[in-house]
């Protein structure tokens, strides 16, 4: 029996020692951060369980807990914290109360900026983990669409031997008609020879009468604010900014883009860290007059970066709906990339050369200078002779 109480007396006494070392409700749901302190000996203790925080690389997981996996309620409770861990430095040793001070303080301010970091850096690795998907993704659907296309037979071979002899003829009369112009406007330029005085019929104009010009040179239908308001109106119908203003400089009737579209994109692009630094639009308008109409649309832009890239692109699509009202998008899209190759870069193996596509009304000639000479894109919209 006397054996029996003493083992009992034991389990007893072993069962109360586990019962103190277990925590109580109201421990075991406080903060990590409490927790932390309190295994480091408290607020009180010489070894300076805050000091160890802050040393070396302890605030890349503060109070034991990665930055990025802190959450709002873990920040909100961090002042309380820091205050009662002072308080329980003041009365307990006062010697450390100043120096556990300042290390609150300097916690209370640090960790939020820290997590903020690390919310921002997940943020920048989630959003460059999803652009490789999409990325992938589009790459794994070309892929496919490639793959369901029916083999090339005979009937193809033909049409497309009949596109290109087309295309060559309509390069070659473009060649004729720059020759044919050339040698007009010398001619217009050349003084003329005097002539032998003679008497004027009555059907000639006199001194004082006007004469009628000299034939103008292919032009399109519309002047050149006529184009202006159409092209504008076209770019606001496809969510882009309009023509900002337009100038006359001799010829030339030179317009500026409104650049909030491209101030937008530049913005974006910040906000998933995959540009920095200052960046400008580079895009230029440029409509050339002759007899009142335009004879010739220039456009000018630049691929040094995706931003100015995507704003060029965009500018000449919607010119190319401007000047061929009904157009389909899948046929725009296809004189962009495959026609005029302004999305190929350096990867083209004819890059720097010129691109032409010659429509119904007009013809299209673009230029992309390889990267080693410049990142310049030019491209020019003529009626068709």
């Known amino acids: 029996m006397r054996m029996r109480s003493r083992h009992t007396g034991v389990q007893l006494a072993t069962a109360l020692t586990l019962a103190s070392l277990a925590p109580s409700d109201a421990r075991a749901g406080q903060s990590f951060v409490q927790t932390y302190i309190d295994a480091q000996g408290g607020c009180a203790s010489a070894a300076g369980p805050l000091a160890f925080v802050l040393a070396g690389g302890g605030l890349q997981a503060p109070f034991g807990k990665l930055a990025g996996d802190w959450t709002d309620t873990d920040l909100a409770a961090l002042p309380a914290i820091l205050s009662a861990c002072e308080r329980t430095a003041a009365r307990v040793n ?49 892929a496919r669409r490639q793959a369901d296309l029916p083999a090339a037979g005979p009937e193809d071979d033909v049409r497309r031997l009949e596109a290109e002899a087309g295309r060559a003829e309509a390069q070659a009369r473009a060649a004729a008609g720059y020759r044919d112009r050339a040698l007009r406007e010398a ?42 308001r159409m092209y504008d109106t076209r770019l606001r119908g496809d969510g882009d900014g309009g023509i900002e203003d337009c100038a006359e ?80 998008e899948g046929a725009v899209q296809d004189l962009l990339s495959a026609g005029l190759g302004l999305m190929s870069g350096d990867a083209d193996p004819i890059i720097g050369a010129e691109r032409t596509v010659v429509r119904g009304a007009y013809v299209t000639r673009c230029r992309s200078a390889p990267s080693h000479e410049s990142t310049a894109m030019t491209c020019t919209f003529e009626p068709r002779a």
Do not use: H, W
């Open 249 to 328: 400089q001799g010829m030339n009737y030179v317009c500026r883009f409104d650049d909030a579209p491209f101030r937008k994109s530049v913005e974006a692009f910040r906000k998933l860290d995959l540009v920095r630094g200052s960046f400008s639009s580079k895009l230029g308008l440029s409509v050339v007059r002759g007899a009142g109409k335009a004879s010739s649309i220039v456009l000018t832009g630049d691929r040094a970066d995706p931003m100015n890239l995507f704003g060029f692109v965009g500018k000449v699509a919607s010119l190319i709906k401007t000047l061929e009202p009904g157009i389909a």
């Open 187 to 228: 001619a217009e330029q050349r003084p003329p020879a005097p002539m032998p005085p003679r008497e004027m019929s009555q059907n000639e104009p006199g001194d004082g009468e006007s004469r009628p010009a000299t034939g103008p040179t292919t032009t399109f239908a519309f002047d050149a604010p006529s184009f202006r």
């Open 94 to 142: 006062p010697y450390l109360a100043a120096e556990v001070r300042g290390q609150a303080r300097e916690l209370e301010t640090r960790v939020p900026q820290i997590v903020a970091a690390a919310r921002a850096e997940r943020a920048r690795q989630a959003a460059q983990l999803q652009a490789r998907r999409d990325l992938a993704q589009a790459r794994i659907e070309a």
